[in-house]
């Protein structure tokens, strides 16, 4: 079945440096998401990303979209404490019509 | 609107019990999906419902099940509870089905199995 892997499973940094973490599809992908979850929390949704080489932004955060549709980014600029958690990616099996999610990166910053 | 609730928000139970776990989606949301959270498998999807009708199951055994009501209020049911299905128990809504939406998560049930 389809398999998303997500790299690093863990990073820490210290606050003000960039974060970047990565997300591979076994398959190619209708769309992907991208969820945040605080310690303690549930996943947020952030974002959609569909097109082929789709790039989005919001604030200091920026998504893309692989040209094959088969990977994905996320990079946060300048990290503060607030951006502390796990982002996890989620891609859509077209056939299948379900999300499968990566297994996370968790981030931790130091003040 | 009011987001996603989920009932009970902890449960601790011995094993060879069974559990129910309750899941009111955001109104108008129909589809609700079960995922199941734990340290070393991150997020594995469990089954979506969509209109009463389940439209997608992932790779768990039948011990894990699920209904909707015509309400889209959703449940889920563990039987025969083992150690290793101790986790964190989300459920997701969303506006349609056919086509992946963004899914609305609530805060999830934790399950402790003793």
């Known amino acids: 079945g389809q398999q998303v892997m997500q790299i690093p499973q863990y990073q820490h940094v210290q606050e003000g440096e960039d974060f970047t973490t990565y997300c591979n599809s076994s398959t190619t992908l209708s769309n992907i998401q991208w969820y945040k979850q605080r310690p303690g929390g549930h996943p947020v949704f952030l974002i959609q990303l569909v097109k082929s080489g789709e790039v989005k932004k919001q604030k200091r955060l920026t998504f893309q979209f692989g040209e094959a549709k088969k990977n994905s980014s996320l990079h946060i600029t300048a990290t503060q404490t607030t951006d502390v958690g796990t982002y996890f990616c989620a891609g859509v099996d077209g056939g299948a019509q379900k999300l499968v999610f990566g297994q996370g990166t968790r981030l931790t910053i130091n003040p | 609107k009011a987001g996603v609730t989920q009932t009970p928000r902890y449960l601790i139970k011995t094993r060879g019990q069974q559990v129910t776990l309750s899941c009111s989606p955001i109104?108008?949301?129909?589809?609700v999906s079960w995922y199941q959270q734990t340290p070393g498998q991150g997020l594995q999807f469990l089954f979506e419902y969509f209109s009463e009708t389940q439209r997608n199951k992932g790779n768990f055994p039948g011990r894990f099940s699920g209904r909707q009501f015509s309400n889209s209020r959703s449940e889920m049911n563990v039987s025969t509870l083992e150690l290793g299905d101790s986790a964190l128990y989300l459920c997701?809504?969303?506006?349609?089905?056919?086509?992946?939406?963004?899914?609305?998560f609530g805060p999830g049930t934790r399950l402790l199995v003793l």
């Open positions: 997701a809504s969303s506006l349609v089905s056919g086509r992946v939406e963004t899914q609305y």
């Open positions: 109104s108008g949301h129909r589809s």
